[in-house]
């Protein structure tokens, strides 16, 4: 079995607990292969979509928008996307619905691959946040498309806002839109080789590690849903 997980940095796994590798290990007969790419939009995963069609994936997944929904949050962040990506028009919700039609449509239509679409992971850990409802809204959309494309949804969202609900535990630290969390971070992490546990401990979070990118924990329930859903998609009918 060919696996393809599509993403932004959350995917890519370089500041953010590494999924891809978590099934690896938990997958050790089928080929993984992390298609993630930092910073992404789903503009551009759009955008390079022929790469992915070209290597005969049997199952896909993808788990892209929380940049698009930072961009409505962070002015930082949206200042760094229109710089890397040449961007002359602001995302927007009918736009990241109409690129993630557009991916379920063609993976549909171009492979035959079994898709599966992930919810976005919580940004920040405050419920009730205008982050945490911003996810959320994003990740409607994902259901929404997912049942319009015939292509099964992951409910990641879901599965995050329960966990943090159950624990009823106020966060030690809250989203900052101005993006120095990620920052500091990826210093912390890349260059002083703190775990990203360590990290995220530190600063009195259970999923993140800087209130958008993973921990274990929150890669692990990324892990979860893919792992079931390929055991799935490769099962007898």
């Known amino acids: 079995m060919k696996l393809i997980c599509i993403g932004d940095s959350i995917t890519r796994g370089q500041v953010s607990a590494d999924y891809v590798t978590m099934l690896r290990a938990r997958l050790p007969e089928a080929a993984v292969l992390n298609s993630g790419v930092n910073y992404e939009l789903s503009a551009q995963t759009l955008d390079r979509l022929d790469d992915v069609i070209r290597q005969d994936p049997d199952v896909v997944t993808v788990l892209i928008g929380t940049n698009d929904a930072n961009f409505t949050l962070s002015p930082r962040l949206a200042r760094t996307l229109r710089k890397r990506w040449g961007l002359t028009a602001a995302p927007d919700v009918e736009g990241y619905a109409a690129n993630l039609t557009a991916i379920a449509r063609r993976l549909q239509d171009e492979t035959m691959?079994?898709?599966?679409?992930?919810?976005?992971?919580?940004?920040?850990?405050?419920?009730?946040?205008?982050?945490?409802?911003?996810?959320?809204?994003?990740?409607?959309?994902?259901?929404?498309?997912?049942?319009?494309?015939?292509?099964?949804?992951?409910?990641?969202?879901?599965?995050?806002?329960?966990?943090?609900?159950?624990?009823?535990?106020?966060?030690?630290?809250?989203?900052?839109?101005?993006?120095?969390?990620?920052?500091?971070?990826?210093?912390?992490?890349?260059?002083?080789?703190?775990g990203l546990d360590a990290i995220s401990r530190s600063r009195g979070l259970q999923l993140t590690t800087d209130t958008v990118h993973l921990n274990g924990r929150g890669a692990a329930m990324v892990a979860d849903l893919v792992e079931a859903f390929a055991a799935r998609s490769i099962a007898p009918h």
Request: no cysteine; charged share 25%; net charge positive.
């Open 113 to 194: 691959a079994r898709v599966g679409l992930l919810s976005l992971p919580v940004i920040g850990e405050e419920l009730g946040s205008e982050p945490v409802r911003r996810a959320a809204e994003y990740s409607a959309i994902v259901r929404e498309v997912a049942a319009e494309q015939g292509v099964s949804y992951l409910p990641l969202n879901e599965r995050m806002t329960a966990y943090l609900e159950e624990r009823g535990r106020t966060p030690g630290t809250r989203y900052r839109p101005e993006g120095r969390l990620a920052q500091t971070a990826a210093i912390q992490h890349l260059l002083l080789g703190r």
